[in-house]
């Protein structure tokens, strides 16, 4: 299943209210599995850049199917994955990425820009449980585990949780 515009723009409609929630002039972009963005959006005062920095993020975890935050922690201590990693447009090690993941296949990301990596990772992450929820309501298939069994995948030989991602969840 591809990710389709409908989905994408509820995501970054989604990532820009949590940014103003939290004062955050935030830019965000989904993109699908080639990296492509199929939705952007950015509060009125961020600058273009950051959706440049937002369309990375997505891109990084719509191509290892983990967090950018979760990519930064398994490569940071091997140099020449981490040199690989930065070297390799147009991916991001900064935090503010995660994955989407529909039918518990990834078919996308979600990349956002603007604040400290930290509130970007946290708007991201919100983002995502809110349109989790929206589906959990309208299709019970879509039921939300919990951490504990969000899927893992093997990562560069380290197990990687997809944090908060079951089945039709996201992470």
Same mark, same amino acid.
């Given at each position: 299943?591809?990710?389709? #515009? ?11 209210? #949590? ?9 965000? *972009? ?18 273009? *850049? ?6 990375? !993020? ?17 490569? !940071? ?43 970007? #990772? ?14 959990? #309501? ?34």
């Amino acid at each position: 299943m591809a990710i389709t #515009h409908s989905i994408a723009d509820t995501i970054v409609k989604a990532a820009i209210l #949590h940014g103003r929630r939290q004062d955050v002039t935030a830019a965000a *972009v989904v993109c699908d599995l080639a990296g492509n963005p199929v939705a952007t959006a950015r509060d009125e005062r961020a600058g273009p *850049v950051n959706l440049v920095a937002a369309g990375s !993020k997505a891109a990084t975890a719509a191509n290892f199917g983990a967090t950018s935050e979760d990519v930064f922690a398994v490569v !940071k201590g091997d140099e020449f994955l981490n040199d690989s990693v930065i070297a390799t447009p147009p991916l991001s090690l900064l935090p503010g990425g995660a994955p989407i993941i529909l039918d518990g296949r990834v078919v996308g990301g979600l990349g956002i820009a603007g604040g400290h990596y930290s509130q970007d #990772h946290t708007i991201a992450l919100q983002a995502l449980a809110d349109w989790t929820r929206a589906l959990r #309501h309208a299709d019970p298939r879509f039921a939300f585990k919990s951490n504990a069994d969000a899927p893992q995948s093997n990562f560069y030989g380290k197990n990687v949780i997809v944090t908060g991602a079951r089945g039709g969840s996201v992470s």
